[in-house]
Every structure is written in structure tokens, then in C-alpha cells.
């Protein structure tokens, strides 16, 4: 079998509202829990309450979710300052390095 090499560059990753992207899916899973909460007999009956759980998972990974990519925000936030003020042909470093 022959080793796979890619036959052009990949695209640069796309950067858009993450924080606002993250938060509105963190919100939606939450309202997704709460109109579930009411049926929870249903869902019981039938052995579907990872329904219900599901969904507050989704809320609770969402708020993790929504800490790192604040930070990850303001990380590359400091380094693009740090590299505007710094002069001209100093090497670049990586944020977190």
C-alpha cells in the first residue's frame, strides 16, 4: 500500500465568531433541556431519558466550551498585539510558546 501525501497545500482554518457560535449552541441545547423537562415521564416510559440528558450534557460541555474559546480569544488577541508593536524582523513566536 502506498503512504498518501497530500498533492496541495491544506486551506487555511476558518476563523469567524467562535465565542458567538459556541454560546448560541450552549443556549440551544439548554432550551432543548428545558422543553424536554416537562415530559420527563414520557421519555421514562420508553427508556429515553439519555434524551433529556443529552441535552444538559450538551449545555454543560457548552459552558466549558464557551470558558476556552474566551480565553483561546484573548490569547490571540495579546499576541497580535505583542506582534504589532514589535519591531520589524523579530523573529515570531507562537502564543502559549
Not at 35 to 48: H, I, K
Request: proline share 8%; hydrophobic share 50%.
Amino acid at each position: 500500500m502506498a503512504k498518501w501525501t497530500p498533492k496541495h497545500e491544506a486551506p487555511e482554518p476558518l476563523e469567524g465568531p467562535v465565542v458567538a457560535t459556541i454560546i448560541g449552541g450552549t443556549i440551544l441545547w439548554f432550551v432543548l433541556f428545558l422543553v424536554q423537562v416537562p415530559f420527563y415521564g414520557w421519555f421514562d416510559d420508553r427508556d429515553l431519558t439519555w434524551w433529556v440528558w443529552t441535552c444538559l450534557a450538551g449545555a454543560g460541555l457548552g459552558l466549558i466550551g464557551i470558558w476556552y474559546v474566551r480565553k483561546r480569544d484573548a490569547a490571540l488577541k495579546r499576541h497580535a498585539a505583542a506582534q504589532a508593536a514589535k519591531p520589524a524582523g523579530t523573529p515570531e513566536t507562537h502564543p502559549g510558546a
